[in-house]
């Protein structure tokens, strides 16, 4: 499944569904109802049968969630999305709300009145959310009820039916670790968190323990599912049956139990009917998973998935597989910007043709099984939008003189890519390259951080943006996600972040190094690299064990954005090391023409 260019949903059809919402709400005796851009899995990529949040809204973003009472309505979004969901949704039925700035919490408290009940579907809201959702109706005098089935459902009459992908075996060469291993690994750590069994509720999860891959949703290779390993013992694996074929329902039979996804919720009661500890990760399992323990006399032990951390941190063979994969695409990225600083400047390129072309050139490795997300395309003012979808509606032309922006990714079998590059197109003003030159200082302040043993990305964050702070300066979004390997291409629990995060980098993570600016209607600029983070040398007079970053991105920095005035030595010198390493690995791999190019685009540069 590969990019798709829908046209933009028509904002009309809000105020319509809204209403139908309503009377359903009012039929049930409810006053109001949430609804969250998830399904069961609070996954980031949810099948079009749980796409519930852009049905009703027409919001097709990432993240965000509506709440609607019987006179009022409004969808929270967070700053990537700000210019998209005015775009989208119809302000006369929703008003925007920020996520954090303006929480849907704080809204409750404000707008639900005595005596009100507010519904919300209890598999699709985590546990912890429910726990603020309940605090703030309690504070406005309403109450935070459970339904039965979800009320949208009943009013959504065109409906897709669930996806049923297939799952294939993940080869060992590519996996380096048996399901057998992992799973006997998961076990002992479930135990020294003195639980009984984990529920996992991430379906990159439970690809990851058992070695499979899954097509249930774009450009991620997940097999919607939800599993129960115990400390010692076989898991069990609740997933439609009609995914498997014999010869995977042959080899995960002799690793796990299979059963019906609805089989889920008994199994959950009859744990707690036994009194069993059950490991449950509150911010990510629905409030009905942990009730099923709960409230039937089981245990619950609140702590995170425990596959999370140990998927993270890559064993060698997913490293070198990542690499391979970087430089696959490495050279299909550099034939790309040859043909787009040679045809762009011609004219008659919009957002959907490069993105095209762009995946043609992925797809000619022979090696490509997806896109790893929907390219953003984005001519000039769609630069500006973080997280900017084209559609055939929405499709620009790449102007002479103007800034394109460009992020998108590939699935290999052997790992998963995200690069940003910021393209000049024609001349580009002194701002343009001042505002890019500070984005680049962010990005070289992170690839040549190092730091102790321990450091969390929260701590590495301010790196990235202290140059645009200096100017008065910032960006809305993290600096850094988690990737997987051919699995999710944001991935957590790690992150480079304003927010706070707990987890320590470790040898293996990979995580994305990707600072920008945005000016409002006019372009945006995001520098992006993969980044490995390995042992870094010992510091002379230094006592600590440290860590660095290893790019594993391989393609050149457009330097016709580049105030080199604004660089130091060290980030030339970084610069320039970078682009004869790029030079060095792909220039072997193109034709002739592609190699004088790449070349000539990373030439050594000074002040």
């Known amino acids: 499944m590969f990019q798709s260019f829908d046209t933009v949903n028509d904002k009309s059809r809000g105020p319509v569904r809204l209403a139908a919402l309503r009377d359903e709400l009012a039929s049930r005796g409810l006053d109001g109802f949430l609804v969250p851009r998830a399904d069961a899995h609070q996954g980031e990529y949810v099948p079009a049968s749980d796409c519930r949040l852009e049905w009703l809204t027409g919001f097709t973003g990432s993240a965000g969630i509506a709440g609607v009472l019987t006179e009022k309505a409004a969808v929270f979004i967070d700053g990537r999305y700000t210019i998209q969901v005015r775009d989208q949704v119809d302000e006369d039925a929703f008003a925007y709300r920020h996520l954090t700035d303006e929480p849907l919490t704080a809204w409750i408290r404000e ?69 057998a291993d992992k799973i006997k690994r998961i076990g002992e750590e479930i135990a020294e968190n003195e639980a009984d069994t984990a529920l996992l509720t991430q379906p990159d999860s439970i690809a990851w323990l058992l070695n499979i891959r899954g097509s249930d949703v774009t450009h991620t290779p997940l097999p919607l599912s939800f599993a129960l390993v115990p400390a010692a013992g076989k898991p069990s694996l609740f997933i439609d049956g009609r995914k498997l074929s014999n010869e995977v329902r042959d080899e995960l039979s002799g690793l796990t139990d299979i059963a019906a996804p609805a089989e889920l919720l008994p199994a959950l009661t009859a744990l707690g009917s036994e009194g069993k500890r059950v490991l449950i990760d509150t911010s990510l399992a629905g409030q009905a998973l942990y009730d099923a323990v709960a409230d039937n006399g089981g245990h619950v032990v609140a702590g995170q998935e425990p596959t999370l951390l140990p998927k993270a941190v890559k064993n060698q063979a997913e490293i070198e597989g990542a690499k391979s994969a970087h430089l696959r695409d490495g050279v299909a990225y550099a034939r790309f910007l040859a043909w787009f ?114 450091t969390t990305g929260s701590q590495l964050d301010t790196l990235a943006r202290i140059d645009l702070w200096k100017q008065g300066l910032d960006f809305d ?110 220039c072997p791999l193109l034709d002739d023409e592609t190699n004088a190019w790449l070349v000539e685009a990373t030439r050594p540069v000074s002040r």
């Open 111 to 179: 707008n639900a009145k005595e005596g009100q009940k507010i519904g919300y579907d209890p598999m699709l809201h985590p546990v912890r959310q429910v726990t603020s959702l309940k605090t703030a109706c309690e504070k406005a005098g309403a109450e935070l009820v459970a339904t039965d089935s979800n009320p949208i459902d009943a009013v959504w009459t065109d409906r897709p039916e669930a996806p049923l992908g297939s799952v294939k075996i993940h080869p060992m060469q590519f996996a380096g670790e048996s399901a």
């Open 341 to 454: 600083e040679k045809t762009a400047p011609l004219g008659g390129l919009t957002e959907v043709s490069v993105a095209e072309k762009l995946e043609e050139f992925r797809r000619e490795t022979g090696a490509l099984k997806d896109i790893s997300f929907d390219s953003i395309s984005a001519a000039g003012p769609h630069g500006a939008i973080c997280h900017y979808r084209v559609s055939y509606d929405s499709n620009l032309p790449i102007e002479l003189n103007s800034v394109y922006l460009i992020d998108s990714g590939a699935q290999y079998e052997d790992g998963t890519t995200d690069i940003t590059r910021t393209l000049a197109v024609g001349a580009v003003t002194a701002e343009q390259c001042e505002h890019f030159t500070l984005v680049l200082k962010g990005h070289i302040a992170i690839a040549t951080a190092r730091f102790p043993v321990g």
């Open 477 to 586: 979004h993290g600096t850094g996600h988690g990737v997987g390997s051919y699995l999710g291409v944001h991935e957590g629990p790690q992150r480079i972040s304003k927010m706070p995060n707990s987890i320590a980098l470790k040898p293996g993570m990979i995580l994305s190094n990707e600072p920008g600016y945005y000016r409002a209607d006019e372009y945006g600029i995001r520098i992006e690299n993969l980044e490995l983070v390995t042992p870094a040398s010992s510091i002379e007079g230094g006592d600590q064990k440290m860590l660095g970053f290893e790019a594993l991105t391989l393609a050149p920095i457009d330097l016709r954005m580049v105030d080199t005035k604004l660089l130091s030595e060290f980030e030339l010198n970084w610069l320039n090391t970078y682009h004869a390493r790029v030079r060095e690995l792909i």
